[in-house]
C-alpha cells in the first residue's frame, strides 16, 4: 500500500524546493528529556507558516493555530510583544473585538518561517 503523506511530502517538495521541511512532533511521542531518539508517524504533510517562541520549552505555533485562538496565543506569547506590549496591557481595558483586531495585526508582523511541516503522531503499532 502507497503512503499518502509521503507521496504528499514528495509532491510538496518537487513544488517547492525552496521551503525547508520541518517536523511538529506531537507531545505524547517525545514525553521528556530522557529520550535521546524517538519514533513517530508521519500522519500529514502540509505547507504552514511557523513560528516557536525564543523560551526555552516554547511552543511551536502554525500561524493559522494563532490567528483562530487570538488571545491564548497572545497571552501565551506576551513577552514577545516588542513595541506591541502596551497593547497587551490594554487588552483588558477593550472590548473583544477590539483587542482581537489588534493582536492579529501583531501576529500578522510576526517573522513567520513558511516551510513544508511533517506532522508526527505516535506510531498506531506502539
Known amino acids: 500500500m502507497r503512503n499518502k503523506a509521503t507521496e504528499k511530502l514528495l509532491a510538496l517538495a518537487a513544488q517547492h524546493p525552496e521551503l525547508p521541511i520541518e517536523a511538529l512532533v506531537d ?9 535521546n531518539t524517538w519514533w513517530g508517524d508521519v500522519f500529514d504533510v502540509s505547507i504552514e507558516e511557523l513560528w516557536r517562541s525564543p523560551n526555552e520549552d516554547g511552543k ?3 500561524k493559522d493555530e494563532a490567528l483562530e485562538d487570538v488571545f491564548d496565543f497572545t497571552d501565551y506569547c506576551s513577552e514577545y510583544l516588542g513595541d506591541r506590549h502596551d497593547d ?6 477593550m472590548d473583544d473585538e477590539e483587542a482581537e483586531r489588534v493582536f492579529k495585526e501583531w501576529i500578522n508582523e510576526i517573522p513567520w518561517k513558511k516551510c513544508i511541516v ?5 506510531p498506531d503499532s506502539l
Open 27 to 35: 507531545s505524547e511521542v517525545v514525553a521528556n528529556d530522557d529520550f
Open 60 to 62: 511551536t505555533w502554525t
Open 88 to 93: 497587551f496591557e490594554q487588552m483588558w481595558n
Open 118 to 122: 511533517l506532522h508526527v503522531g505516535t
